[in-house]
């Protein structure tokens, strides 16, 4: 819920994805639970325009924010780093017990998609030195190692296959919601679904995805998983 | 004097609350505005200096008027610098009552009291010849300034801090909101020197209360000038025991029991505050209407200090305003250049000569983005606000400081025509761009642009995708700036290119000069083919891909 745009044109979640999984986590028995990001412009108007904002209120007031202000975050050490040993995470994620991402599937120009890996830098203060100190792909990677999602639910109900990821671009509407324990099966699921610039991609052609493989994240190797498909 | 006290009070706090939310729109229906819209020595030099009858300082005659009835009751009962000065000097002189024991004896002036009368004549001299120095010394800029740049972030800042420390309360209470709120305290470049000056008032407040209004102030000297037509004045009976009590209070350092006090040039030191009245014993004060006559003074020449200042000194003021106007204009005091303005401002030289540098829009703009400058636009642009993005972005949504300025120098444009406004052109500094020179794979640019003015392309010989800024889409509001991950920005805002116009119909020009301005998401959407690398045609990855 990073850019002030649209449900149609696919550059966030869908809102009723967001909301359907704060429903869930709620009647899973959770006491307390987060819809946060740090979007590009403070205040609230990409949670109003993303329409996730009047999602989550609708289920429970209160629980969704856009938090820009370093008092929400906190410096840490990411253990294990290779490249971006410190950076500060949001307060919230690091005292949570389950994280979940729940990003929009999109292409990035940057790294190629934006999926459940690299929309954790949704989730730290200091995005610009992952661009400019770091090499993007490996901080990517570093971060996920030490915040990884417990589950990620990718909402393919709309692909924003082209000029991701503010838009405007083509918008695929395969109407699906790809979801895994592991992130990087997720993302690399749904690298391989869909087409991204007309193409075919594979998950080894994404610099993040390959490198989170590698370094044992997770598998991309998805011909070797287990994937059921359901049809609601 | 209780009355006096709390319609000071009320009109201070309304001062406050219309400045606390101008990002939101005014308080009570009244323009967030109001008071700049007052200001006595603005309300009639800014004319002057422009050449023109600005209507939104209209309400300043409805302070003339009053002070032609009943003297300088503004200044005594609703002026918030007044306010400011009685609050905060009197607190400096309770914290400094031992080091510096204040001796508020009669007919001692540190400074002439027509001091204020050459302030004002400088000033107006300098307006006769079309220049700006009222900003200098008009009062109600100086106090908002005072709040906008210095006060609020510093509240806004220990609110933050409370909002910390009371996390662990807040949080058991289940204040969720409080723990999420948005507190942008904003921090203004000039805020100290702001500061400073306002230091030196209150030391000079030590020296003698409103030191400020009554040797100083050129709005003071303007409606004291006003108040010798005053009709209500202090008279004196003859109950009078000559007993000084009066005079010990009197925060203008008067005698109001002195038969002088009825002289038309002591009714322009009165600030009607009353003090005297609730002093006095014996009743021998009152105020009330009625002509004074000229041969009930007969005798009583003026005091020293209280007439008007000398033929010599009136002259030196007369040619310092416009003298010292002027010289800005001259070698290393001129403009180098000149900076991006906020949306919908008028053409530079129209711009500076409105601009009272008050402080209104920087404190509505709710990124904080409108900043004032130092020396970039010249010591005739001191203080000025100019974009500064990596403070922050103009946002698309927003025209607050338009709403907010008392002297339409940023003009009042609804959101329809205010996004044709173009406050400027995006440059990129290819030597310094992480993908340009570093080869390095990043868009943020691109991807913060609300606008859809930044692509980012694949060109030959580099190997990531590049950035590059279609100049006809570009508003100039600095959000690639802001976001630009680089310690100095290689995506720079300038202000060529900038739609200056000096009333509405920047649609039009903008359209006949071939903007294409609007929102990113309304873009045309790319269509197929949808990926084509420029040059061979050999297979290459789409952007942000590898082979």
Redesign the interface.
Known sequence: MSFVADVDSAANTHPEVVGELLRMCLEAGASSVRVLDHAFRAGRSSLETSGILASCEGVREGLCHNLTSERHYREITLDGARDMHRNAIMRDVLEADVLIAAPVAKTNSSTGVSLALKGQMGLVLDRGSMHSRYDLDTAIVDLCSRIKPSLAVVDATRVLSTNGPYGPGLVLRPSEVIASPDPVAADAQTVASYTWYGRRVAPRQVGHIALAHARGLGRMDVENLNVQRLVL | MKARRAVQAASLLLFLLLLLFARDGGVLGLPADLYLRLDPLAGVVTHLVCREIVPTLAPVLAVLVLTALCGRLFCGWFCPMGASLDLLGGLARVLTRRLWPLRRTLGTDPLPRTAKYLVLAAVLAAALVGENLDFWASPIPLVTRLYALVLVPLGAEGL?LG??KGAPLLEAAGA??LL?L???AGHFRTALFVLGFWLVLLVLECVRPRFWCRYLCPAGGLLAIVARLAQVRLRRAGTCVSCGRCAAVCPAGLNPASPIQSHPETAGECLVCLSCVRACRHKSLRLAPGRVRASSLSGSASSPGLTLPTRRSLCLALAAGPVLSLATGIGPLAAREVPVRAPGSRPEEDFLARCLRCGACMRAC??SALQPVWFQSGVAGLFSPALDPRTGAC?P?CARCGEVCPTATILALPLAEKKWARVGIAVLKRDLC?AWAQD?????C?????Y?AVD?VVQQGHV??VPVVDEKRCFGCG?CEH?????VSAIVVESRGALRLAGPGFEKAAKKAGFILGA????????????QPEGSGEST???????
Request: hydrophobic content about 35%; proline content about 17%; some cysteine.
């Open positions: 933050v909002i910390e969720t909101d999420y948005q507190v942008e709710p990124t946002l949504e992480l390095k794979r990043c868009m943020v691109k991807e913060n642009c609300p859809g980012v990531a995708p959000f976001h630009c991950p680089k310690p990113a998401q309304k873009k045309a959407p790319y269509h197929a083919p949808l990926f990855a789409p952007p942000g891909f590898l082979e």
